[in-house]
């Protein structure tokens, strides 16, 4: 099979020919159509998040169809369409996975970071996390929704009922959880680069009430904020944006650090937390939601060979929605 191999952290991938991957008892062999390019896929790339397995296959917002099943599978058969996403394996035992919080598990392995991912025209899967996707959705509409849509809901969740909600940094998952904001009658105040007016544009045409540069202050104060962009200064900044008892959400796996800032702007019950990893019960509830919205991705199509190109593209601030690799 045709895979994107990293072999070394801040090289670019390599196109080669590998083995097709059999199954282990609980895996399911999918043979991938698409797989949608995260932030995540950067950091991983660029080393800023290490340790990964190498050499490695990246990616982890996956659509494919079951091709195969190891003997225990129970929940999949041959044929089925399903996606894969970011959280791949969880050990059931610690006091973390007993305790609903999975997300947090001690012995967490990652698709496309412990595990190889979707930059390639096979994968294996534990079928236990793997999910069926909605009937409806082509496959290159649903494979952002599998990081952008699933985490990116996981932080959505964390700002309660807030009516006003700031998004720092309007990329896949500011595009997707704009719809469900939307949806449920809230309004979003979309911050992007400063000077970035097509961004800004982009944000107003999903519904975005107000979009401006993310050193600017919205016209009014906001019930909470998410911080997409992964970069540490928005901390301070969205904190200042917030209300009274307002709740700031960072909902990147990785981000610069946050600069010092006075206790003032915290002050007055505002909270400030992170998002880790997703939850399978996250997965369904959001899977479940996207169809009711419906939620539509703007997708940017990049052939499987051209996976540095669209890194390159994403790094450099040229998608508006999502990129997603092709595999013929």
Known sequence: MRAMLLEAPRQPLRLVNLPVPKPHPEQVLIRIHACAVCRTDLHIVDGELTHPKLPLIPGHQIMGIVEALGERVEKFHVGDRVGVPWLGYTCDRCRYCVSGRENLCDYAEFTGYNLDGGYAEYTVADYRFCFAI?????????????????????????????????????????????????????????????GDTQGQEFARQLGAVWAGGSDELPPEPLDAAIIFAPIGKLVPAALRAVAKGGVVVCAGIHMSDIPAFPYEILWEERVLRSVANLTRQDGEEFLALAPKVPIQTEVNLFNLSEANEALDALRSGKIEGSAVLVVD
């Open 134 to 194: 909605p009937e409806g959705y082509p496959d290159l509409q649903a494979a952002p929704l599998l990081c952008g849509g699933l985490i990116g809901y996981r932080a959505y969740r964390m700002t309660g009922e807030a009516e006003k909600l700031g998004f720092y940094g309007f990329g896949s998952a500011a595009h997707i959880l704009i719809q469900l904001a939307r949806y449920q009658g809230r309004q979003v105040f979309a911050f992007t680069r400063s």
